[in-house]
């Protein structure tokens, strides 16, 4: 079992920066490759990055957003950049045996998420 804990939302004006910890606990969880995904209101849940042995990123988010990964801490984390209000959602950290895939049924493993409000 693998359990998974986003940290790190919050309420930001356009333009501010936002990180986004997710910390891993279980036996096996530092095996898994890690991927954070969002869900916007009324909108269905997208791929936003995914490391693994590479890295992975949305073209919505490419060269805004960094995906890290801490083996010392088993925290992967969601460094944010530039963000505007279209990076409004709920952000999920999921883990699965598919490196950086986009489908969402491929992650066993979801935390819970954290809400990131971007303002204008």
């Known amino acids: 079992q693998v359990q998974l804990v986003e940290s790190g939302g919050g309420l930001v004006q356009a333009g501010d920066s936002l990180s986004l910890p997710c910390v891993a606990s279980?036996?096996?969880?530092?095996?898994?490759?890690k991927s954070w995904f969002r869900q916007a209101p009324g909108k269905e849940r997208e791929f936003v990055a995914g490391?693994?042995?590479?890295?992975y990123y949305s073209d919505s988010v490419k060269g805004r957003f960094t995906i890290s990964r801490d083996y010392a801490k088993n925290t992967v984390l969601l460094q944010m950049n530039n963000l505007n209000p279209a990076d409004t959602a709920v952000y999920y950290c999921?883990?699965?045996?598919?490196?950086?895939?986009?489908?969402?049924?491929?992650?066993?493993?979801w935390g819970q998420g954290t809400l990131v409000t971007v303002s204008s």
């Open positions: 999921a883990a699965g045996l598919r490196p950086g895939s986009r489908d969402e049924r491929d992650y066993r493993y």
């Open positions: 279980g036996r096996t969880s530092s095996t898994y490759p």
């Open positions: 490391i693994g042995n590479l890295i």
